[in-house]
């Protein structure tokens, strides 16, 4: 199910029990702001618990549904790519570089919930319940005052997925970077470590090994193993390198550690496998 909008922008708040829609997605962005009750947001893969004062961003390409489990007063401003275009000349220069409609695609900010402390949360409560007391205006969408309420709550968005360690100036690395950078370093193990690359990149260490399984289909611990293996395998069939040398070219500490880590994958020692293919 794909739901439409053609205003610029729409403001809805209201309570209910059961959520009135089916999964479904949009053709337009979402800032959804709880103002009471709890339950569950099913966004994209994600089962993300909610309560009051939770804020979740959506991009047309996000699939969600909330699973309520106690009565819930939601406050969704809705906007269409035209929204923030009608608005460009009103852009303060921190939004040059990363437009709101960048952050609202970033995948990492789906995969977690954002955590804000005080002032922030008291500033975030009040800044929606000033969007939806202008509501009542016909010119909300032209709005320079609802425009600048909004960018205040980007503002927020950004200060919260920096505390997460999520760069949002252009989103998440592209998958060729990341591969590239993977193999490339792939002889040097402590570049690789999840806590090194995932700083490289710029993202959470907490949340790099789901970032990482969502896109390439395969955990980053699989994808790093099997790719050290293929290598070792390529090493030991040319018959030109040592076991030494091929510990030290990947950062074994010896020998044996080769050997256990090679076992372990391919159910067979170095020796015997450089026989069978002998």
């Given at each position: 199910?794909?739901?439409?909008?053609?205003?610029?922008?729409?403001?809805?708040?209201?309570?209910?029990?059961?959520?009135?829609?089916?999964?479904?997605?949009?053709?337009?962005?979402?800032?959804?702001?709880?103002?009471?009750?709890?339950?569950?947001?099913?966004?994209?893969?994600?089962?993300?618990?909610?309560?009051?004062?939770?804020?979740?961003?959506?991009?047309?390409?996000?699939?969600?549904?909330?699973?309520?489990?106690?009565?819930?007063?939601?406050?969704?401003?809705?906007?269409?790519?035209?929204?923030?275009?009608?608005?460009?000349?009103?852009?303060?220069?921190?939004?040059?570089?990363?437009?709101?409609?960048?952050?609202?695609?970033?995948?990492?900010?789906?995969?977690?919930?954002?955590?804000?402390?005080?002032?922030?949360?008291s500033i975030l409560k009040n800044t929606v319940e000033n969007i939806v007391a202008y509501n009542c205006r016909k010119d909300v969408a032209s709005s320079p005052l609802v425009y600048f309420q909004l960018l205040s709550i980007f503002g927020l968005i950004r200060e919260a997925a920096a505390k997460l360690g999520i760069r949002i100036d252009n989103g998440q690395p592209?998958?060729?970077?990341?591969?590239?950078?993977?193999?490339?370093?792939?002889?040097?193990?402590?570049?690789?470590?999840?806590?090194?690359?995932?700083?490289?990149?710029?993202?959470?260490?907490?949340?790099?090994?789901?970032?990482?399984?969502?896109?390439?289909?395969?955990?980053?611990?699989?994808?790093?193993?099997?790719?050290?293996?293929?290598?070792?395998?390529?090493?030991?069939?040319?018959?030109?390198?040592?076991?030494?040398?091929?510990?030290?070219?990947?950062?074994?500490?010896?020998?044996?550690?080769?050997?256990?880590?090679?076992?372990?994958?391919?159910?067979?020692?170095?020796?015997?496998?450089?026989?069978?293919?002998?």
């Amino acid at each position: 199910m794909r739901r439409k909008q053609f205003e610029p922008l729409v403001i809805d708040d209201f309570e209910e029990r059961e959520f009135h829609l089916p999964v479904h997605r949009h053709t337009y962005y979402e800032l959804i702001y709880i103002r009471k009750g709890y339950g569950i947001h099913l966004l994209n893969h994600n089962q993300l618990p909610y309560k009051a004062g939770d804020l979740f961003i959506l991009s047309p390409e996000d699939e969600h549904y909330f699973d309520i489990k106690k009565s819930t007063h939601f406050t969704f401003i809705k906007f269409t790519d035209s929204y923030f275009e009608s608005h460009k000349f009103n852009h303060p220069d921190a939004f040059l570089v990363t437009r709101p409609e960048e952050i609202m695609h970033n995948k990492l900010l789906k995969e977690v919930k954002l955590k804000m402390d005080e002032p922030c949360i008291s500033i975030l409560k009040n800044t929606v319940e000033n969007i939806v007391a202008y509501n009542c205006r016909k010119d909300v969408a032209s709005s320079p005052l609802v425009y600048f309420q909004l960018l205040s709550i980007f503002g927020l968005i950004r200060e919260a997925a920096a505390k997460l360690g999520i760069r949002i100036d252009n989103g998440q690395p592209g998958k060729e970077e990341l591969i590239s950078y993977i193999h490339q370093h792939i002889y040097e193990p402590s570049l690789i470590l999840i806590k090194n690359i995932a700083s490289y990149f710029h993202i959470s260490p907490a949340y790099f090994s789901a970032y990482f399984k969502r896109n390439f289909e395969i955990s980053y611990r699989d994808y790093i193993n099997d790719y050290r293996i293929r290598l070792i395998e390529k090493r030991i069939a040319s018959g030109k390198t040592t076991m030494k040398q091929i510990a030290d070219e990947f950062g074994f500490t010896d020998e044996s550690h080769l050997s256990h880590f090679f076992k372990k994958a391919r159910s067979i020692s170095p020796a015997n496998y450089r026989k069978s293919i002998a």
